[in-house]
């Protein structure tokens, strides 16, 4: 039951009493809450048999820039696997217009956060690891987000029928500039867990990127974005106070499991360089992360196809 304050219940009751008078949709729970607002799940009841059955509607709790700001981001990414999908839906009540002003909508994502995968991994001791294939897997969706903010995929006139159409985020030929979208507010708690697909998720599911109320354009936002994921990567693989002090000593006893792939470990921790003419590119990121998700390390138990699978069912299938 997630927990909410006087302004988030208040927000909440709101936008359960306008979706009352709007037949098409049936309220379901409250998805989230925090400093952006409230997120309610509703069951769309016309959506198409592929499309999209369930509904997160994100309401602030005071009237702010980062509505529209959000909806402005989102916009382009329709068409990214990896960034939550910006929905268009038709409203027939009175309350038609405040909710198109004042509402983020979009797919509704069932498997939780990397905030929550990481709090299930660590409520026992020993603190539960990720095994090097997941981080691999991780890793990659990762850097595809960022590829998706830098290079938006697929057409700016038409809309994805259903999440099978959504495309891989990749780097076009050429010398098409980037686009300058740093998200702001790229941490665990903003990457969210979908579901397995045939091409680049089949063992480990999807994430997608979310929020985006603090989002920009400036100047070195790929490399922002880079630095932000790294700051996940390290989290994910680091207990200590300080990540900074993964460049210095990666040998640390802070690293959580001694089998850690150094090659990842490498790569993470130069994401995190404090000149960002030190980080690694996109494109180089894309090249030494795609051929490490066939690594199997055949010595280590917990790289088992069978342990990543109840691994993944336990704390993200089947976490409640």
């Known amino acids: 039951m997630e927990y909410l304050g006087e302004r988030e219940q208040t927000a909440a009751s709101r936008l359960q009493e306008y979706f009352e008078n709007e037949p098409g949709f049936a309220f379901e729970k409250v998805a989230g809450s925090g400093g952006f607002g409230v997120t309610l799940c ?10 999209h059955r369930m509904i997160a509607v994100k309401a602030p709790t005071w009237e702010n820039e980062d509505v529209p700001r959000e909806r402005q981001s989102l916009r382009p990414l329709v068409w990214a696997q990896h960034s939550v999908t910006l929905l268009a839906v038709q409203f027939e009540s009175e309350n038609a217009e405040w909710l198109k002003k004042n509402t983020i909508i979009t797919e509704y994502l069932e498997n939780g956060t990397l905030s929550s995968l990481k709090r299930r991994l660590g409520g026992g001791y020993p603190r539960r ?16 987000g960022c590829v998706g903010l830098a290079y938006p ?11 099978r159409d959504q495309l891989l985020e990749t780097i076009p030929d050429g010398n098409r500039p980037p686009r300058e979208l740093y998200h702001g507010d790229l941490h665990e708690a903003n990457i969210m867990i979908g579901d397995f697909e045939p091409r680049e998720h089949r063992n480990f599911p999807v994430l997608k990127f979310i929020d985006f109320g603090l989002s920009s354009e400036k100047e070195d936002a790929v490399s922002g974005n880079i630095m932000d994921i790294g700051q996940v990567m390290c989290n994910l693989m ?8 993964l460049i210095i000593d990666k040998n640390s006893a802070n690293i959580l499991d001694p089998n850690l792939d150094d090659e990842l470990l490498d790569w993470a921790t130069q994401c995190i360089e404090d000149d960002p003419a030190d980080r690694p590119s996109l494109s180089a990121l894309l090249s030494a992360i795609r051929p490490n998700l066939q690594k199997t390390y055949p010595n280590i138990p917990e790289e088992s196809d069978r342990f990543i699978s109840e691994l993944i069912q336990r704390n993200i299938l089947d976490a409640e």
């Open 238 to 245: 680091w207990s200590g106070w300080d990540i900074s002090d």
């Open 129 to 144: 690891k990720l095994p090097n294939r997941v981080l691999w897997a991780i890793f990659l969706c990762l850097v595809r």
């Open 42 to 51: 509703f069951r769309n009841k016309n959506a198409d048999p592929n499309g």
């Open 153 to 163: 995929p697929g057409s700016r006139t038409k809309l994805p029928r259903n999440p």
